[in-house]
């Protein structure tokens, strides 16, 4: 993807946040506004970081370093950063995303039926097993450690 | 990510490709966020249905299978645009980590060490795996929670016609269908119980899968608002280590543990049930 092709994408879904923002929580286009932008933008940073660093990191890993790098009390903008986020509904950003994700899985649907019920079983296990295998570690160290 | 490796020759192709999967988008958006968040009480807990959900489904139905509005090129399209428009959603969770620096810090052995807690997974499902008949597919299977990497390094390392790379596309399609809604669903049934701490439950969420993680993330928040911004820092936190070092966790750890286990167990778990044991004698 072109830096042209990023900024385009972003910008759709920026809209997309903005909409549901506005549908589903009441916050108005230009309320929404500077934190969209703020979100794009680091997203953009990371694209732009994942492009340049010759780690092989996913995007998703520079973004959210990056967005921590913002939003924390070194960073000389973390009081807007925070603010206009905080603007954004937890959800607003997820409403686009899981369109396209629907979409991009939408020619497994007849394979899906063909799993059958072993594998739905076993599906669920392993989503189970692997969320309950990290939040009961990580339970039993915030106790040791006396974090909670 | 895989996004970065497809181009078009322009942006007008791409947006010439493009466009209805645009335009869906936002009409799911309009009918998913007009409907909003349904709270379905389920035993000490919530079931809570987000727009995400109705925005997913409807998303199915457009493609080959059933409403044929996609063919596979935009479907492959739309894939690309997942990578992009959950970056937005990334980058607002990591400022939440940012501005809760000092608590993500201080839960720092614990977010390190449940990273070796998604392993758990291969003790409980293999076994299981085995008993229900699978055989050398069991190990794809429940290597991992078999999102995108995980799934292209089975086919990588024992080629994608492998019974191994076979199992791990299984649960890669039936988690795509089922487990953004199931993980929403158990972690506030997790919660439910009282027996953990908020930050746990964040740390719990970030298992390397983005969606998945964001419908874990949307479901506690609502289920402990006093702890929404603390929940999503832990999250974030998570995730990321996940994103950092899944691939090598797998690699290192969750592969070779499963063709321990595989070894040491088919040979009796694998017995138990009559298809089992014809598979075995077949192979």
Redesign the interface.
Same mark, same amino acid.
Do not use: E, R
């Given at each position: +993807?072109?830096i042209?092709?990023?900024i =385009?994408?972003?910008a759709?879904?920026?809209?997309? +946040?903005m909409?549901?923002n506005y549908?589903?929580f009441d916050v108005a286009f230009s309320q929404s506004f500077p934190g969209?932008l703020?979100?794009?933008l !680091?997203?953009l940073c $990371?694209?732009g970081l994942?492009?340049v660093i010759p780690l092989k990191?996913?995007?998703?890993?520079y *973004?959210?370093? %990056?967005?921590? %790098? *913002?939003? *924390?009390?070194l960073?000389p903008v973390?009081q807007f950063? !925070?603010e206009s986020?905080g603007k954004?509904n937890?959800? $607003?950003?997820?409403?686009?995303?899981? $369109? =396209?994700?629907?979409?991009?899985?939408?020619? #497994?649907?007849?394979? =899906?039926f063909k799993?059958g019920r072993?594998?739905?079983?076993?599906? !669920?296990?392993?989503?189970?097993?692997? =969320?309950?295998?990290?939040?009961?570690?990580? #339970?039993v160290?915030?106790q040791l450690?006396h974090?909670? | 990510m895989k996004t970065a490796e497809r181009a078009y020759a322009s942006l007008r192709e791409r947006i010439r490709t493009e466009w209805v999967l645009y335009l869906l988008a936002f009409l799911f958006i309009l009918v998913a966020d007009t409907i909003g968040q349904i709270k379905i009480p389920v035993w000490k807990g919530t079931f809570i249905i987000f727009p995400i959900f109705y925005a997913l489904f409807l998303g199915i139905l457009t493609g080959p299978n059933v409403f044929k509005i996609l063919d596979d090129k935009k479907v492959k399209a739309a894939s690309g645009l997942v990578g992009v428009a959950i970056l937005p959603f990334v980058a607002k969770l990591g400022i939440n980590a940012g501005a809760n620096i000092s608590i993500v810090i201080s839960a720092g052995p614990a977010l390190l060490l449940q990273e070796l807690g998604n392993l758990c997974t291969i003790f409980l499902a293999m076994p299981i795996a085995l008993m229900l008949g699978l055989k050398r597919e069991a190990i794809g299977a429940t290597h991992s929670i078999n999102r995108e990497t995980n799934l292209a390094l089975m086919q990588d390392m024992f080629g994608a016609d492998s019974l191994e790379a076979q199992g791990s596309l299984s649960v890669y399609i039936v988690g795509g269908m089922v487990g953004t809604i199931y993980f929403g669903f158990m972690a506030s049934m997790a919660a439910a119980t009282g027996l953990f701490h908020p930050y746990a439950l964040g740390m719990a969420s970030g298992v390397g899968a983005g969606i998945l993680m964001s419908s874990a993330v949307a479901a506690l928040s609502e289920v402990m608002p006093a702890y929404a911004d603390q929940i999503a820092a832990m999250a974030s936190a998570s995730e990321t280590i996940s994103g950092i070092d899944g691939i090598y966790m797998a690699i290192f750890l969750g592969i070779p543990l499963c063709n321990f286990l595989y070894r040491k167990l088919e040979p009796t778990l694998g017995r138990l049930t009559k298809s089992g044991r014809e598979l075995a004698e077949k192979n």
């Open positions: +993807m072109t042209k092709d990023w =385009f994408v972003l759709i879904s920026g809209l997309g +946040m909409t549901a549908i589903g969209v703020v979100l794009l !680091i997203a $990371a694209a994942s492009h990191l996913p995007t998703v890993a *973004c959210s370093i %990056l967005g921590l %790098l *913002c939003a *924390c009390p960073s973390s950063v !925070i986020a954004i937890f959800t $607003a950003p997820l409403t686009m995303v899981g $369109a =396209f994700a629907g979409m991009s899985i939408s020619n #497994q649907l007849k394979m =899906f799993q072993k594998l739905i079983i076993i599906t !669920i296990l392993v989503m189970t097993g692997t =969320f309950f295998g990290s939040l009961a570690v990580a #339970q160290v915030l450690t974090a909670i | -």
